[in-house]
C-alpha cells in the first residue's frame, strides 16, 4: 500500500526558511521511473508545481521560483524533503507530495501540509 | 510554461445526468510518441486531488467506468456518465509533457 505524508512547521515568519518532509511508504524511490513532486495549493485556489527528484537523483524545479527551491532526499530513500527560502505571504499554501511514475500521473497523494506565513 | 484552460468554471449537474468538463491547452500535449500527456483530478471537498484519467483517455486504477477522457492535441474533454453524489468537487486537467507540470483552474461540478 502506497502512503505519503507531509509534515511541516505550520506557521512561520516572512523571510524565513521553510523546511518540509515527505515520508513515504510502499515503494522505493530507487525504483526505475519513480518521481517524487512537490505541489501547492493556495486556499481555494488551482495546483502549483513546485519541484520533484527522480530515482536517478535528477532534480527538477520549477523556473519561476528555482532560486528559492531546493529539493533533496535521504539515502534510504523513504523521505524527499523541501526547502523555501525567504517566505512570503504568498507562500501560504497546503503543500503536497505526490508521486509519479515514468508520466502515468500523479496516482498517490499525501494529505497535504498546511503552511501559514505571518509575522 | 503551458497554459492549461478550463471551462466552465463550475456546472451543475442533476443526478443520474451526464456531465463534460473541457481542457484546453496552449501547446499541443501530443508526443512524437503517440501518447498525449494529459490528465484528470479530482478533488473532493477537504480532500487531497486523485488521479481520475491519466494520458487522456486511460482511467486510473479504482475509478468507476462512468469517468471517460478524449480529446485531439490541444483540446480534451472528461465526460462523467450518471453523475453521483460522491462526484462533487473541483475537477483538475493537468499537463506532464513539459516541466513544469502545469494544472487548469478547475472546474466546480455541484449537483442540482
Keep these: 500500500q502506497v ?5 511541516g512547521p505550520g506557521m512561520l ?3 524565513k526558511t521553510l523546511s ?4 513515504f511508504s510502499g515503494f522505493s524511490l530507487s525504483t526505475s521511473g519513480m518521481v517524487v513532486s512537490w505541489i501547492r495549493q493556495p486556499s481555494g485556489k488551482s495546483l502549483e508545481w513546485l519541484a520533484a527528484i527522480d530515482w536517478d537523483g535528477d532534480k527538477y524545479y520549477n523556473p519561476s521560483l528555482k532560486s528559492r527551491l531546493t529539493v533533496s532526499k535521504d539515502t534510504s530513500n523513504t523521505q524527499v524533503f523541501l526547502k ?6 504568498a507562500d501560504t499554501a497546503t503543500y503536497y507530495c505526490a508521486r509519479n511514475r515514468y508520466n502515468w500521473g500523479f496516482a498517490y497523494w499525501g494529505q497535504g501540509t498546511l ?3 505571518s509575522s | 510554461d503551458i497554459v492549461m484552460t478550463q471551462a466552465p468554471l463550475s456546472v451543475s449537474v ?3 445526468e451526464s456531465a463534460s468538463i473541457s481542457c484546453r491547452s496552449s501547446k499541443s500535449l501530443l508526443h512524437s510518441n503517440g501518447i498525449t500527456y494529459v490528465y484528470w483530478y479530482l478533488q473532493k471537498p477537504g480532500k487531497s486531488p486523485q488521479l481520475l484519467i491519466y494520458r487522456m483517455s ?3 486504477s479504482g ?3 462512468r469517468f471517460s477522457g478524449s480529446g485531439s492535441e490541444t483540446d480534451f474533454t472528461l465526460k462523467i456518465s450518471r453523475v453521483e453524489a460522491e462526484d462533487v468537487g473541483i475537477y483538475y486537467c493537468g499537463q506532464l509533457l513539459e516541466n513544469p507540470p502545469t494544472f487548469g483552474g478547475g472546474t466546480k461540478l455541484e449537483l442540482k
Design chain 1, 3 to 7: 502512503t505519503l505524508k507531509e509534515s
Design chain 1, 13 to 15: 515568519q516572512p523571510s
Design chain 1, 20 to 23: 518540509l518532509t515527505c515520508s
Design chain 1, 84 to 89: 523555501i527560502t525567504s517566505v512570503d505571504i
Design chain 1, 115 to 117: 503552511v501559514t506565513v
Design chain 2, 14 to 16: 442533476t443526478p443520474g
Design chain 2, 58 to 60: 486511460n482511467l486510473a
Design chain 2, 63 to 65: 475509478v468507476p467506468d
